[in-house]
């Protein structure tokens, strides 16, 4: 993260959240100090240990969003995780640690994609030399004898200037249709049923990679174009220059040092403890969540791993239960809290018109693609964040997920008939927006099942 300072990373955020002032300003800091340990000499970075945050607030005002836009910006092995889907050990249900064998996983495949494209020039040169042995295969002659020698050398000499010429071809693009044929491993791989209180991806073993080396590989030819034949044959040369055990290693120490643990809903596992019916299990999860909040090994299919350093920031809106509700061993492990407002009708106005990937700046290109030039005057957005806000109040409240819903019945009718609407210019007004939503708007009943 060295490159993002934490106003450059609030700044990120700003494009495609709004509002949550406090809780980017939380998570900019922690991916910061991230950085920052890293700097620090090796006696006492050992001792800095990050500060998880719990992201508080009602559904809809952010809370995965920001996670969603960390991931892009973390240039670390980053996971998001329902911490809903897991069950306590012995119940049926995915265990804790599969939490951490994820993050491995995705570090390896992060720190592979980064050293594979590290050699892909290299990649490439060795690919084109087996494309031109392919569409020119090599003539060997065991007579080499008296004259037969001078012959071979006119062939060789003959042969180089015919690769040569096929070798500019194939960089120019000239050759993409022509067919080559290729050996490639065939997929197939015996079927085998195994009986397991837990899954084979929560042991994190790979059955094909354990009986591999026993039996033989099966090989297959296939006829492909040259374009395709390509991309196969960099990809199988990459894949031989890069040194697993090397990128293994740096993959484990990234996402020991850098990993970023994004657990949702965690307030679906907090609550009083239940003695019987669905909920048995929750104090279960965050008893088996400790060890590895707190800092212990988990063993995956690449060795074993330490979560002393990963970041783990929660949330959940807590309109149930409360963060005082988690066991007190888990409380302390998340000391920063974060509150995120409730959403307004100038937060909603904001929404459909500021961030990037805005709903209003959606539905224009949307339009676009039938050739109908959308437009929303100002007044018809405020009146759409205003009902928005409105039906929160009265009915549920979900934040700006109500957008979307009050968005598609408004222009219902237009994505509906746009192929056939003679019409190419729609401007979407304050007054179009009132008679589209007042029925629904108005009958409080009806606005709870369709809004």
């Given at each position: 993260?060295?490159?993002?300072?934490?106003?450059?990373?609030?700044?990120?955020?700003?494009?495609?959240?709004?509002?949550?002032?406090?809780?980017?300003?939380?998570?900019?800091?922690?991916?910061?100090?991230?950085?920052?340990?890293?700097?620090?000499?090796?006696?006492?970075?050992?001792?800095?240990?990050?500060?998880?945050i719990i992201l508080i607030g009602p559904t809809g005002v952010g809370k995965t969003e920001i996670a969603r836009r960390l991931a892009k910006l973390a240039q670390a092995p980053f996971i998001k995780v329902e911490a809903s889907k897991f069950t306590e050990v012995g119940y049926v249900g995915r265990d804790v640690e599969s939490i951490i064998r994820d993050l491995v996983d995705l570090s390896v495949s992060m720190v592979k994609s980064e050293?594979?494209?590290?050699?892909?020039?290299?990649?490439?040169?060795?690919?084109?030399?087996?494309?031109?042995?392919?569409?020119?295969?090599?003539?060997?002659?065991?007579?080499?004898?008296?004259?037969?020698?001078?012959?071979?050398?006119?062939?060789?000499?003959?042969?180089?200037?015919?690769?040569?010429?096929?070798?500019?071809?194939?960089?120019?693009?000239?050759?993409?249709?022509?067919?080559?044929?290729?050996?490639?491993?065939?997929?197939?791989?015996?079927?085998?049923?195994?009986?397991?209180?837990?899954?084979?991806?929560?042991?994190?073993?790979?059955?094909?990679?354990?009986?591999?080396?026993?039996?033989?590989?099966?090989?297959?030819?296939?006829?492909?174009?040259?374009?395709?034949?390509?991309?196969?044959?960099?990809?199988?040369?990459?894949?031989?220059?890069?040194?697993?055990?090397?990128?293994?290693?740096?993959?484990?120490?990234?996402?020991?040092?850098?990993?970023?643990?994004?657990?949702?809903?965690?307030?679906?596992?907090?609550?009083?403890?239940?003695?019987?019916?669905?909920?048995?299990?929750?104090?279960?999860?965050?008893?088996?969540?400790?060890?590895?909040?707190?800092?212990?090994?988990?063993?995956?299919?690449?060795?074993?791993?330490?979560?002393?350093?990963?970041?783990?920031?929660?949330?959940?809106?807590?309109?149930?239960?409360?963060?005082?509700?988690?066991?007190?061993?888990?409380?302390?492990?998340?000391?920063?809290?974060?509150?995120?407002?409730?959403?307004?009708?100038?937060?909603?106005?904001?929404?459909?018109?500021?961030?990037?990937?805005?709903?209003?700046?959606?539905?224009?290109?949307?339009?676009?693609?039938?050739?109908?030039?959308?437009?929303?005057?100002?007044?018809?957005?405020?009146?759409?964040?205003?009902?928005?806000?409105?039906?929160?109040?009265?009915?549920?409240?979900?934040?700006?997920?109500?957008?979307?819903?009050?968005?598609?019945?408004?222009?219902?009718?237009?994505?509906?008939?746009?192929?056939?609407?003679?019409?190419?210019?729609?401007?979407?007004?304050?007054?179009?927006?009132?008679?589209?939503?007042?029925?629904?708007?108005?009958?409080?009943?009806?606005?709870?099942?369709?809004?």
């Amino acid at each position: 993260m060295k490159e993002l300072t934490p106003r450059e990373i609030v700044k990120e955020l700003d494009k495609y959240i709004i509002g949550q002032d406090k809780a980017k300003k939380s998570v900019a800091i922690a991916m910061r100090n991230r950085w920052r340990r890293q700097q620090v000499k090796d006696a006492l970075r050992e001792e800095i240990m990050p500060n998880n945050i719990i992201l508080i607030g009602p559904t809809g005002v952010g809370k995965t969003e920001i996670a969603r836009r960390l991931a892009k910006l973390a240039q670390a092995p980053f996971i998001k995780v329902e911490a809903s889907k897991f069950t306590e050990v012995g119940y049926v249900g995915r265990d804790v640690e599969s939490i951490i064998r994820d993050l491995v996983d995705l570090s390896v495949s992060m720190v592979k994609s980064e050293k594979t494209d590290a050699v892909k020039e290299k990649a490439e040169l060795l690919a084109e030399d087996r494309l031109l042995d392919l569409l020119l295969p090599s003539v060997r002659n065991s007579n080499r004898r008296g004259s037969n020698l001078v012959i071979d050398k006119e062939v060789e000499e003959k042969r180089e200037r015919t690769r040569e010429k096929l070798k500019k071809s194939l960089q120019e693009k000239k050759l993409e249709k022509r067919m080559v044929e290729l050996s490639v491993p065939s997929d197939s791989f015996p079927m085998m049923q195994i009986f397991s209180p837990i899954g084979i991806e929560e042991m994190g073993i790979n059955i094909q990679e354990i009986f591999g080396g026993m039996l033989p590989k099966n090989i297959k030819k296939r006829k492909v174009g040259i374009s395709e034949a390509r991309k196969m044959l960099v990809q199988e040369e990459a894949q031989k220059l890069v040194d697993m055990e090397k990128v293994i290693s740096e993959a484990i120490t990234r996402a020991e040092n850098s990993g970023i643990v994004f657990l949702d809903e965690i307030d679906k596992i907090a609550g009083e403890r239940s003695k019987s019916g669905p909920d048995v299990s929750r104090e279960g999860v965050q008893r088996d969540l400790l060890p590895i909040v707190e800092g212990s090994s988990v063993l995956t299919k690449y060795g074993m791993a330490k979560t002393d350093h990963i970041l783990f920031i929660a949330s959940g809106a807590f309109n149930v239960s409360k963060p005082s509700d988690l066991v007190p061993e888990l409380q302390g492990r998340f000391p920063i809290r974060t509150e995120l407002n409730s959403l307004t009708t100038q937060d909603f106005f904001r929404i459909l018109t500021e961030p990037e990937n805005a709903l209003v700046k959606q539905y224009i290109a949307l339009m676009k693609t039938e050739g109908i030039d959308l437009k929303f005057n100002v007044d018809a957005i405020k009146e759409i964040a205003r009902i928005s806000y409105e039906v929160n109040m009265r009915t549920e409240n979900i934040g700006a997920r109500r957008l979307h819903t009050i968005m598609t019945y408004l222009l219902d009718e237009i994505l509906f008939n746009a192929p056939d609407i003679p019409e190419k210019k729609i401007t979407i007004t304050k007054g179009r927006v009132k008679d589209t939503l007042k029925d629904v708007v108005a009958d409080e009943d009806l606005s709870r099942y369709i809004l």
